[in-house]
């Protein structure tokens, strides 16, 4: 156990624990000692300089050892000539320290000064005015009136663009080399760095492209003056137009808290718009950071990329309707006699939604059902984290797998946080068909080949190697396991093994346990906890009704080869945001709210449920699904609810895990360290104090003690074989991320993977090829990667090439050159 | 002086093959502490010598070599050649003329502090003088003088040369860690320091070439021969390097103590007629001026009576300067100097040095004006003691001393 300093800070006695730094013990005291370089979620490395405080230690006589004491018995208190970094040095016992000083404030002053003679003073047109520490800083501590001639200032690029995402500006750097730390040190993605010396100090890149990080905007969060800005926000608003909500990140199951700062603009006609995201602090799911796709991949939501009105088809044509009209057509069809329902919901809806559609299904006599490529839910709710496992206490003597998963490309956060357990000491094991990012990170790597994975997850149970011996001796084992190479069938027998794994060690339901499955949607999780389940055989399931209403997933537009199915199906409706393949075919489109003009809850992968609100007005008349289903069930004599909390009340009523849940419980606070917010943008970046609760775990259910294991598909090996292997990236081209255009020379379409031996095998090159996967040719650009293991080729997802699991495919030269890929 | 300790090219001027040295008696001593197996006993004789940093601090180094702790593995040692204060030039004559007895002192070093590798930082435009140690080093490999099982013992040494890209700031222990690590050339935070945490976060020691080179004499010698040189709390013999408004400027090899008076007019040859002393910079560019004053001249050159003149030997770079010289176009270098070097890592340092620099663009028939005079001034002082590194703290010592001893030569 750390031990208990006791130190007086501006008159105040503070108690804190050994090893932490001044500046820390005064923030939780409340006290501010203003800081740049400084940040609490990185090491100290004492170069900005503006924490200098006075420092006085008890004088102890050297001969005796004990301390000396004034006359009045209080002990004597010895302050050395210099000035020290608040930042850098850690409390210890009778220690006094002087913020506020004569010594203390002018040194503060004069530091400010020394930074403002290089400072452009742009505020007027910087994108932080209204947010900057420095201004802020300046405004409280700094002198008014400059000493610097105005003509000798040092004049320097201010439109560097650092890549793509992340611009910057010279003249405003203030050299506090946070963002270079943030890069090294947290995202582990070290693609910036100084340059020069001295005043010449810059910031560049050194990767291509430049600022290759998956995290970079969170550098702008923390960039304490107006360098670092993002190309989505910058000259989009002043920070003071701008009012905050509280929403959650939509595009993976982490379920990230964010902010969706919103403004009302001329240019928008008048309409409150979605400006920017920023991280909302959570300490217990994403702390103070986001991933970049979650920061600027929201323009899916966007008015002018929706689909505008209802539509129903007319003449085999969509054409707009009122939204009563849509809704009757669905209810007229829905009362016809012997109508067979089947209704298809993806992982994007919201628990509530989720709920009326079963609701409704259900007493409608149809099934409903949860599309995705991966199973096993029902096992994470058995053997899940439990109440008390958190991924921010995984430290030494914690074994984590993360089997079957790229978290970097799937859930940068649990990435990002499962590195930092390994950092911490927790032992890592990474199983994997090819090389991911966290092999960098991990204690073991087990690269199986594909079709292998559930024999090398059973043989860690009967082996007794390294790893066998780590997982038997763990104090506490989270699996995450994924969908990275999977189809269904073979995700279910990697869940149940997993699963079994964890049984088997006894650890299921333990404290440091527990079994995460890496879903592609932000509440998939919750579709399993309310029963959903994957349709066995998709086509036929399609086949089988004579109504289908799909909402929230573009079966076609991910497998053209369902088309025939779809063709067969007399009735469909489709609840969408936008255009999609699927809406195409529709009879009745109904267009629904984004996830930034209505309320909801999601339950993210380690089953936390979190509430989000509205950020924004949806356009007249368009609602969510939970709402559309309420509607279309008050024409079906079914009587549903139509608002988040009372439908969150009916889950509860109908599913036990939801019952002890209401959104008065899920908007409960725990104490959140560092400390954030609007006075505090000095210590932590733009990042915003949570206002809607952290949420809460949802308890497992009855606790799992035989698990059966499903079997996985071999498959047949030859040296002539070439296996298409589906493959996660977070930049894919998916509904959710297409609109965002600022992302799309990240994005990956039409690519496909392999080992330059298997090319050379295959007799093909890098560049244009002709994938031939089922009754499908296309053509695909061809990149070689080393890391790709032999005789395989990897497909992304949601990238242009349909996938559904591991399969047999052909590779050839394009006969034509120069083959524009992105048109193919 | 008789007999150069140091500079003993200037005698031996084969000394600088590996036959001459070794003919001079070279390595002997090397040899006879590895098959002595005792560390501790060389760390002892050198404490014991009272040999002192001659980098510029002065600390006493077989008491640096003390400080590294065992049970954390394995050492290293660095040699310090990036020699880059200005007015500083004995590290380069003695690692291009008299290598060996250098590299020998490395290796006792290594001995001493049981390290299996040193090395020797030098600034990038030292390069040539890498390239003739790297011949130096291939020299002793080949004969069997560095490698495994050095002499028949189990003790084996290598040493490697890096070459630095030409910053001063890479003098500075931690900044040299830092570049040699292939990092930026910035100042670490202290503690740790070096000598528990250092290259590659192993225990460090890192001596300046100078302070290399005495030691396999006091080695060979005793400690007891070496105190005959010098005071009694700076014993031992220190190269000066002279320079500025003087005859025959050069390097000097004399005992510590030695005062500026015999130094500058015995054997620097004295001013050009007519001109007399005015002022003196002890270590270069970062010392403080020191006025030529008649009692000041007679004080000897040792760490404790130059820092009763409230100045500092540092690494006894002695720049004279004549009275036909502006100290305020002295101190202009000086900072222009400081601002191009400042590695600007901390605040004060980078944004100070930038703005007097700036200030002292402004001068007028070599003249400041009150106001600027009164801001570099107060510039000045709120870049002491606020730096992280002594180079910042240095960066103003030149400019306060001189304004406060000749104000006439700054104020119009």
Known sequence: MPKQISLIIDNQPIKSLENTMIVDAAKRAGIDIPVFCYHPKMKSVGMCRLCLVEIGRPVIDRATGMPVCEQDGSPKIGFGTKLETACTTPVSEGMVVRTTSEKASAARKEILEFLLTSHPLDCPICDKGGECPLQNLTMRYGPAKSRFRLDD???????????????????????????????????????????QRGRSTQIITCSEPGFDSIFSGNTTDICPVGALTSADFRFGARPWELKSRESLCTHCPVGCNISIDIRREAKSDGEVVVKRILPRQNEAVNGIWICDKGRFGHHFADPHNRIPRPLVRKSNKLTPVSLETALDMIAKRLRRKGTRLVTLVGGRLSNEDLFNLKQLTQKAHGRAYLYGNMVGGELTCQVGLGLDTSLEDLKAGNVILVIASDLHEEAPLYWLRVK?????????????????????????????????????????????????????????????????????QTSGAVMSSAAQLLVSTGLAGKPGSGLVAVWKSANTQGAWEMGYQIPGNLDKTIRNADALIIAGADPL???????????????????????TPTVDLADVVIPVAAFTERSGSFTSAERRVQVFKPAVNPRLGVLPDHVLAAKLGKR?????????PEIFTEIGKAHTVFKDMTYGSLSRFTDQWPVVGDRSKYFSGTVTANGLGVGARLPLTSSAKKIFIKSGTPLKYSSRKLWAVPISRLYDCGNTIRYSQLLEKRMIQYEVRLHPNTAAALGIQAGAVVLSLGKHNQPVACIL?????????????????????????KLIMASGENQNMKDG | MSDYLLLRHRQHPEIDTLEGYLKLGGFKTFKKIVDGKDPAGVIEEVKKSGLRGRGGAGFPTGVKWSFLPNDITPHYVVANADESEPGTFKDREIMEKNPFQFLEG?????????????????????????????????????????????????????LHTHLGAGAYICGEESALLESMEGRLGQPRLRPPYPAVFGLFGKPTVINNVETLTNVPLIVEKGAEWYRKYGTE????????????????????????GTTFQELIFTHGGGLKPGRKAKAILPGGASSIVIKATPKALDTPMDYESVAGLGSALGSASVIVVDDSVSML??????????????????????????????????????????????????????????CLCPLGEFSIMALVSSMEQFPEDFRS
């Not at chain 1, 201010?158 to 963002?179: A, F, H, M, S």
């Not at chain 1, 043989?459 to 269904?488: E, H, M, W, Y």
């Not at chain 2, 090395?119 to 080093?137: D, K």
């Open chain 2, 329 to 386: 176009w002295v101190t202009k270098k000086i900072i222009h100097f400081f601002q191009h070097e400042s590695c600007g890592k901390c605040t004060p340092c980078r944004e100070g040095t930038y703005w007097m620099d700036q200030i002292l663009h402004h001068t007028k028939n070599n003249k400041l004006s009150i106001q600027d005079l009164e801001l570099i001034r107060s510039v000045a002082e709120q870049i002491r003691n606020k």
């Open chain 1, 420 to 488: 930092q357990a390994a950092e911490r000491g927790a032992t890592l094991i990474v199983l994997n068909g090819r090389e991911t990012r966290l092999d960098n990170f991990a204690t073991h790597v087990i690269h199986y080949r594909y079709g292998e994975e559930i024999h090398a997850i059973t043989s860690i149970l009967k082996g007794n190697d390294p790893v066998a011996r780590t997982i038997k001796k763990a104090q506490g084992l989270v699996i995450f396991a994924g969908g990275d190479g999977l189809g269904p």
């Open chain 1, 557 to 579: 537009g991910d497998f053209p080869d369902l088309m025939d199915a779809f063709q067969s199906v007399k009735f469909l409706a489709v609840l969408e945001l936008s255009m």
């Open chain 2, 106 to 158: 490395l290796m006792i070093a290594c001995f001493a502090v049981k390290a299996s590798l040193g090395y020797v930082y030098l600034r990038g435009e030292f390069w040539q003088v890498a390239g003739n140690l790297e011949e130096c080093i291939n020299k002793l490999r080949k004969q069997g003088i560095l490698g495994k099982d050095l002499f028949g013992s189990s003790f084996a040494l290598d």
């Open chain 1, 153 to 195: 200032k040092k004049h320097l690029a201010k439109n560097v663009p650092l890549g793509e995402l992340i611009y910057l500006d010279r003249e405003r750097c203030i050299q506090c080399g946070r963002c270079v730390r943030f890069q090294s040190e947290v995202a582990g993605d070290p693609v910036i760095g100084f340059d």
């Open chain 2, 233 to 256: 709390k700076s014993p031992g013999i220190k190269i000066f390097s002279l320079s500025g408004n003087v005859n025959k400027p050069g390097n000097y090899e004399l005992p510590l």
């Open chain 1, 636 to 644: 079906l004599g079914i009587q549903l609810f139509e608002n988040t």
């Open chain 1, 785 to 809: 990667e080393e890391t790709v293991p032999e005789g395989f080729v990897l497909i992304p997802r949601s990238a242009g090439i349909p996938i559904y699991k591991i399969s047999e495919a």
